[in-house]
């Protein structure tokens, strides 16, 4: 089979690896590791807890000018934490953490596992124009399907040599999504994907959100949505 990916000519077209039905797909070891790192189901899929927040207030660089005076509220968004840090874990049973963004920049590092990330630098593209009358999440017929957003696709994993990842930094505003792999090339087993994430400033899910279906029209070409849609929140 030598059909190649719509994203990358490189890779063969991107699919998940794993069957979320299958339970016997989820270790003992795995299911220990949850446990005893204390981690819970995150919105995006895979489980993570929440290691650091730093006391530390910085002020919010993405207040809207003229915003956050005045009541308590605001007082509290006029600040954020000045960094967080996260496990972040994917595992056979839930091996795909959907497509979104955060305001923030985040650092992440490997610790075990194998897993792939599509990035779209969405924050590069012009926002398109939105007529008076249209809500700003609608995309108009010909601003369909155009693939103006770069996308990028990298493995994180252990072998350097081949040019899988150790660290990997996102910079706020851009789409993100990432699957488990087998820790083998060509193999069907994983002991999960375990990395840590830090964001500055701090996490809030206010800076936090997912792609939508109708947004993605707007990023990329058909062909590409095809090849993606399975990655976006259901
Ligand atoms: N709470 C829910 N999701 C997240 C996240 O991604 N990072 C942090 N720090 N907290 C969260």
């Known amino acids: 089979d030598t059909a190649t990916s719509s994203i990358d ?10 069957d979320p039905t ?21 919105i995006e899929g895979g489980y993570f807890v929440e290691t650091d927040r730093d006391t530390l207030r910085v002020p919010n660089p993405f207040l809207e000018q003229g915003t956050a005076q005045g ?26 953490g959907a497509f979104h963004r955060n ?32 809500d700003s999440d609608d995309v108009l017929e010909e601003q369909r399907w155009q693939g103006k957003a770069k996308i990028e696709t990298f493995i994180v ?11 990997w930094i996102v910079d706020g505003g851009k789409y993100k999504t990432s699957f488990l792999l087998p ?7 994983s002991e999960g994907l375990l990395i840590s994430e830090t964001v500055v400033p701090g996490f809030e899910y206010e800076d ?17 949505a095809e090849e993606m849609w399975w990655m976006l929140r259901k």
């Open 9 to 18: 000519a490189s890779v063969p077209p991107l699919k998940p690896s794993f």
């Open 22 to 42: 299958n339970p016997q797909a989820e270790s003992s070891r795995l299911k220990q590791v949850i446990e005893h790192l204390g981690l819970q189901p995150h």
């Open 71 to 96: 009541s308590n509220d605001d007082a509290e968004k006029a600040t954020r934490s000045a960094s967080t840090t996260i496990h972040y874990l994917l595992t056979p049973i839930s091996s795909l």
């Open 103 to 134: 305001r923030g920049r985040t650092v992440h590092t490997l610790h075990q596992g194998r897993g792939r990330y599509v990035i779209i630098h969405a924050d590069e593209v012009a926002a398109p124009s939105c007529p008076k009358g249209y």
């Open 157 to 167: 994993g252990q072998d350097v040599l081949k040019g899988e990842k150790l660290q």
């Open 183 to 189: 820790d083998e090339e060509g193999g069907d087993a």
């Open 208 to 224: 936090h959100d997912f792609m939508k279906a109708e947004r993605m029209t707007a990023l990329v070409t058909k062909e590409q």
